[in-house]
């Protein structure tokens, strides 16, 4: 098993640290870094494989893959550490390119891209990476499944797809804003709104049918969902596609 070291232990760290050893009858070393430190010994404290390095340099020193998880507008923290052509670097931020990390770090050492998701604290979210490697195919297998890609720019693509995930929970919230101002009580519109859609998330596991089918299957010609759908989501799916469009290309691939 790798000794995983990680750099930067925000939502992301904390979400791979809890996937890898929650429940695992033997789970890999990890070295943490001192950055977000209530965080590192909280995990250093719950998982006997976790240790909290004495500082990023360390981390790599005693690593054999380098998971960076530090935010992207921290990105010059990273300059002057020493990473070793032997190690494998495991690149985690949102907007940062596997070329920008490797001129912040200065290393010949091979690097992989990734977007996980909080759901790996679960083992039950498809992390999409580039290039494909055995060893981090390996680690995301084990935390739902690995979805190796063909460019990096698809990276880029699916990761500007991730940038809607609190849209989705904001389009929710409206909803039962508007049945509580027709008179429904908070409590049982959110409570209604959150048994509606955990249930509709489950028809997500039906890979036998198209998004574009499972979408048909629940509406019927003239009906209520068919009446929302025009009046409302098409109109403004130009909008959609635009927004998605321009974080696309602010996405810097110099």
Known sequence: MERIGIIG???????LVTGMCEGVADPPQVLLSPRGARTSAELAERYAGATVCADNQDVIER???????????????????RVGPEKLVLNVMGGISNDDLRR????????????????????RSITVTYPSHPVVNRLFDALGGAQPLRDESELDILQALTATLSTHYHYLTALSSWAVKQGIAP????RFLRGLFQNLGRSL?????????????HETPGGLNERIRTA????????????????LASFDRD
Do not use: M, Y
């Open 9 to 15: 232990v925000g939502e992301i760290g904390k979400a």
């Open 63 to 81: 690593s054999d893959l380098v998971v960076i998880a530090v935010r992207p507008q921290d990105l010059t923290a990273l300059e002057g550490l």
């Open 104 to 123: 912040t770090l200065g290393t010949d050492a091979e690097i992989v891209k990734a977007i996980p998701l909080p759901a790996v604290s679960e083992r």
């Open 187 to 190: 409590e049982d519109a959110d």
């Open 205 to 217: 596991g039906d890979h036998d049918r198209s998004l574009q089918e499972l979408a048909t299957n």
């Open 232 to 247: 409302w989501f098409d109109p403004n799916a130009d909008a959609l596609a635009e927004s998605l469009d321009d974080l």
